[in-house]
């Protein structure tokens, strides 16, 4: 069977209902429905691996599989067992970071990465930790869909993370202007897990 699925339908675990031409309803297994969002604002691009790169990182590499890539470069996570904190890709500084450009309207957009995973992960604990610090504070989000069951994607799909999402404490970012140190992703808190993930485009996105 084939389906076509909605541009704006919402990605995640679902159902498609089924109506028979007799009015008959049914409901098919739950199904993950994936895809990517278009990038909207170049500008708003900070990790894209075609030249906004990492500086330093403990595991993963740059990588362009045909078989894989999105459109172009993209970083891969591929082995393991990972224990601990690893880092992946890390810049500084505030280098290509467009905290500038949104300021204060930190209301009005949203982190967005596109990622691939592989292989299903599981495991309670390990989290994708991803860092925005500056003077304003040390926020921190963990991306973890496996912290309940197996997770893995049929392809790449696109997150999206509030930046309210963000916390330091019960600190909340206010201006992304005030990110100007430390910004990337970590492998973090897992006792110890085999990885084989691909991200790229990590920016943000007026809602």
């Not at 082995?79 to 309207?105: E, H, M, Q, V």
């Not at 995973?117 to 860092?131: E, L, W």
């Not at 206010?174 to 691909?198: E, H, Q, V």
Request: proline fraction near 4%; glycine fraction near 12%.
């Amino acid at each position: 069977m084939e389906v076509y699925v909605p541009t704006n339908a919402t990605i995640g675990f679902g159902y498609i209902t089924i109506i028979t031409y007799e009015g008959d309803e049914g409901l098919t297994p739950q199904i993950f429905i994936g895809g990517t969002d278009p990038i909207v604002d170049q500008a708003l691009v900070f990790f894209n691996f075609d030249g906004k790169n990492s500086w330093w990182g403990d595991i993963g590499a740059v990588e362009n599989l045909a078989s894989l890539s999105l459109d172009g470069n993209y970083f891969r996570i591929n082995g393991g067992p990972y224990a601990g904190w690893k880092g992946l890709f890390w810049r500084n500084g505030g280098n290509d970071f467009p905290g500038s450009i949104i300021g204060t309207n930190v209301s009005q957009y949203s982190l967005r990465f596109d990622v691939n995973v592989i292989d299903a992960v599981s495991d309670p604990k390990g989290v994708i930790a991803i860092r925005l610090k500056g003077s304003e504070g040390d926020f921190w989000y963990n991306w973890a869909p496996w912290k309940t069951a197996a997770f893995k994607t049929t392809g790449w799909i696109t997150v999206t993370i509030p930046i309210s999402d963000f916390a330091d404490g019960t600190k909340h970012i206010t201006d992304l202007s005030k990110i100007d140190s430390d910004f990337g992703m970590a492998w973090n808190n897992s006792d110890g897990s085999n990885l084989n993930i691909c991200i790229d485009n990590v920016r943000f996105n007026k809602n």
